[in-house]
């Protein structure tokens, strides 16, 4: 069965500063992996995803997240954070490959300081 | 593309009453997914359906909530009677079997509000 944990309920950055949110994943098969974002009273926006291939994974709004089997951890980044991105992050994993639904983390909301 | 269309986005009802929300999945998809998001609970996947068909509803609360895909372009989730604990946002998200076959497409949810 697979399961996410997002460390960290709420994170707080000055505008400017690196953005890190972290998720670790548990899959008893190689997993796909997703970040989402949702803003305030908006549905959830796919900001990036890793199926196979290349680790590092670039997304919209300059979000990149690093594949991690050893670790078994997808954490997002962001070198320089803005205040457009203050907003709920949500890393999901597939349960099975195919058309199945995500397993999502609880959430971590980010704050950006002016 | 419209993306997936949701309706109504806000509804308030009184407890007892019946509540139905509806869902129009992305063109072509073929896979769609009913959540449900509460700030106790955070998003839960209440019901999903595959080519028209409900795969997995062990995620539905009780016998109040059901669902419907009645073709591919048009979802119902209905409950009846509604209660207070109900509230929450409700999203529709769905998928293409091929292509870009993981990534669900989420509507912007139905808040709901039971009184």
């Known amino acids: 069965a697979q399961s996410v944990t997002q460390l960290g309920s709420h994170v707080s950055v000055s505008e400017g500063a690196l953005v890190l949110l972290r998720c670790n994943y548990s899959?008893?098969?190689?997993?796909?992996l997703f970040w989402y974002v949702q803003y305030p009273n908006q549905g959830l926006q796919l900001l990036l995803k890793y199926t196979t291939g290349a680790t590092l994974v670039k997304g919209i709004n300059g979000f990149e997240a690093e594949f991690k089997k050893s670790e078994t951890s997808f954490h997002l980044t962001k070198p320089s954070a803005h205040m457009s991105d203050a907003a709920e992050y949500f890393c999901a994993v597939i349960r099975n490959s195919g058309n199945t639904p995500l397993v999502f983390g609880k959430g971590t909301r980010l704050s950006v300081i002016a | 593309d419209a993306g997936v269309i949701q309706s109504p986005r806000h509804e308030v009802t009184e407890m007892g009453q019946e509540v139905t929300l509806r869902c129009k999945p992305i063109s072509g998809h073929n896979s769609l997914f009913w959540y449900r998001q509460t700030m106790m609970r955070g998003l839960e996947l209440l019901i999903y359906f595959n080519n028209n068909v409900p795969i997995d509803d062990s995620g539905m609360p009780e016998d109040r909530f059901s669902a419907k895909m009645p073709n591919a372009s048009f979802s119902t989730l209905k409950i009846q009677p509604s209660e207070p604990r109900d509230s929450a946002v409700y999203f529709c998200?769905?998928?293409?079997?091929?292509?870009?076959?993981?990534?669900?497409?989420f509507g912007p949810g139905t808040r709901l509000l039971v009184l």
């Open positions: 899959s008893s098969v190689p997993p796909y």
């Open positions: 998200a769905s998928s293409l079997s091929g292509g870009e076959q993981e990534t669900q497409y």
